[in-house]
C-alpha cells in the first residue's frame, strides 16, 4: 500500500502527531541556554541549533540570538554536539521533569 506524504494515518503520522505522543513534566526553568549571547549574535552564521532541533525547541531570534522554546524538548542532546563554537549549555531536567516516551 502507497502511502502519500503528508497525510497522517497510523503508517504515516506528522511530526507535529509523533510530538503530540510526547509527555513534558515543565520543571518551570528551562534545562538549555546559551553560553554567551555575544556569540550568536556577532559570530555565527549557521544556527545550527535552530537546524537540528527535530522539535523546533530553537528558533531564530530578532537579536541573533536564539529564542528556546525548552518545553519541547526531545532531550535528544543534538543542538549541544551541532553548535559549531560550543555555546550550547545543556543539562538534563531535574529528577522527574522532561521527557516521558508514551511508546517507550
Ligand atoms: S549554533 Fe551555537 S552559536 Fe550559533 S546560534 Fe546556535 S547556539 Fe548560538
Ligand atoms: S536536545 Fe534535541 S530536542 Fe532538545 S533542544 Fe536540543 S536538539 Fe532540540
Not at 41 to 59: G, M, N
Amino acid at each position: 500500500m502507497s502511502v502519500e506524504p503528508g497525510i497522517p494515518t497510523v503508517d504515516n503520522e506528522s511530526i507535529e502527531d509523533r510530538l503530540y505522543t510526547v509527555k513534558y513534566e515543565d520543571p518551570g526553568d528551562s534545562h538549555l541556554d546559551v553560553t554567551i549571547p555575544g556569540i550568536c549574535a556577532e559570530k555565527c552564521v549557521t544556527t545550527d541549533c535552530v537546524k537540528v532541533c527535530p522539535a523546533d525547541v530553537w528558533r531564530e531570534g530578532e537579536d541573533g540570538v536564539p529564542n528556546i522554546a525548552y518545553e519541547n524538548c526531545l532531550e535528544c542532546g543534538s543542538c549541544r554536539w551541532a553548535c559549531p563554537h560550543g555555546n550550547v549549555e545543556w543539562e538534563y531536567p531535574d529528577t522527574g521533569a522532561g521527557v516521558t516516551y508514551k511508546n517507550g
